[in-house]
């Protein structure tokens, strides 16, 4: 099948319902992107059954199942953001006592979503980034001045690098930071992207979201953050406007000054 094939084939399959507008065109995007990419160059062994879904995929977009093909594309997204990251007995440690999560995927309403939140001049950031593909993916989505992943585990830096060469993606547009997200300065940021990468229960856990909800209340610019299984409402105050909540993303906008 020729790629505009699969395109009109990919868009005819997918329900208007549950992808309105420019968020159908961008996971139609993201599909022909990885199923025209071999599997990452030296990551076959992190990425063993990659071909294998993809293939599957390629396989239920001949057929006339819409929802088989959601399924197929989704388990090789699953597969290529990773369930879990590797870690270092310190890095598990520092996790643990911030209550974090273990490189849990966020699915891809963030992604889809996230279109007009962020333009040429947006530095954007991924607090707990795991591997770096969403916050990679935006960047391939809508190229922005440059996005900040912030990871513990330096394994999963060192594969998000990897990553970022494999969807083109220009060197000065990624900034890697292999460290804790509870001492990452948050000034300077226009869109943040977070699945609840430490819990509010723990001491640490509740400083850094006390931080980001500072910086929504004192920013000067408009700043968006989008959370997953989020942990963030409690701590924010009445000049930060919640303009989205489905059970699962919320979305903040700080108030501009």
Known sequence: MTTKGLEERVERLLDPGDYPGDERTRLVRIMLLLTTLPVPPGLEDVFPRYAEYR??????????????LEEAFLTLYAHLHMHEAVYSTTERSTMDEAGGYWAHAGGLSPILKAGPWIGPATVSADLGAGNGLQGLLLQWL??????????????????????????????????????????????????????????????RGRVFYERLAGTLDHAAQEVIVFSIADCLREFVSSRVEVFYHDGHLTCFRSRRK
């Not at 293939?55 to 088989?68: N, S, Y």
């Open 55 to 68: 293939e599957r995929f390629l396989e239920t977009a001949e057929g006339e199942d819409g929802e088989a």
């Open 142 to 203: 809508d190229p922005h001045e440059k996005t900040i992943q912030v990871e513990i585990s330096s394994r999963m830096v060192e594969i998000g690098k990897t990553l970022q060469a494999w969807l083109g993606i220009p060197a000065d547009r990624v900034e890697w930071v292999s460290g804790d997200v509870c001492d990452h300065p948050l000034d300077g940021i226009d869109f943040i992207y977070l699945y609840r990468p430490v819990r509010p229960t723990t001491d």
